[in-house]
């Protein structure tokens, strides 16, 4: 079973901050945790077993810690989306603007000077390229992300 939960700080200064993390590190049914803005200083998702399990991850674990003032939790019905797509088309209209700036720097005018389309890539060492809205994510043995785009 998913569930978000609502963590709310006893109060709000870096001891506190620290404590409730290295809590966060121990608890495993807490797949992602944020810090927020507004109400909640941090938001949690966990998955749980049943009812019980989230009951059990709430109170004893949760509201237990002395970190801890206030916990809301909200049970998942139904995933209506997920995905894993990055917006790329967004940093089209930034990466025209950056690319008619540099032209213009280099006296060859811009967008409107016969130039191609430009389009957003992020390279890699590898240099693999695939269509602007496809984008591969590929992990290394350190973990760390490696993204492929092109056009």
């Known amino acids: 079973m998913l569930a978000f939960i609502q963590v709310t700080l006893a109060a709000h200064n870096a001891e506190n901050s620290r404590l409730f993390r290295m809590l966060l590190e121990r608890v495993e049914e807490v797949q992602e945790a944020y810090a927020m803005t507004g109400d909640a200083d941090y938001l949690l998702k966990a998955i749980v077993p049943d009812l019980k399990g989230l009951s059990r991850l709430v109170n004893e674990t949760l509201l237990a810690h002395e970190s801890v003032a206030r916990v809301r939790s909200s049970i998942v019905l139904e995933r209506l989306k997920q995905s894993a ?7 089209t209209p930034w990466a025209e603007r ?3 700036a540099r032209a213009a720097a280099r006296g060859r005018g ?21 269509p602007a809205s496809t ?6 043995a ?7 785009a092109g056009r």
């Open 142 to 148: 350190c973990a760390t992300p490696r993204m492929f």
């Open 110 to 130: 811009g967008g409107g000077s016969g130039c191609r389309p430009y389009r957003p890539l992020i390279r890699c060492s590898r240099m693999r390229r695939e």
């Open 85 to 91: 797509r990055l917006p790329l088309a967004s940093l």
């Open 98 to 100: 950056r690319r008619d």
């Open 135 to 140: 984008v591969t994510l590929q992990w290394s």
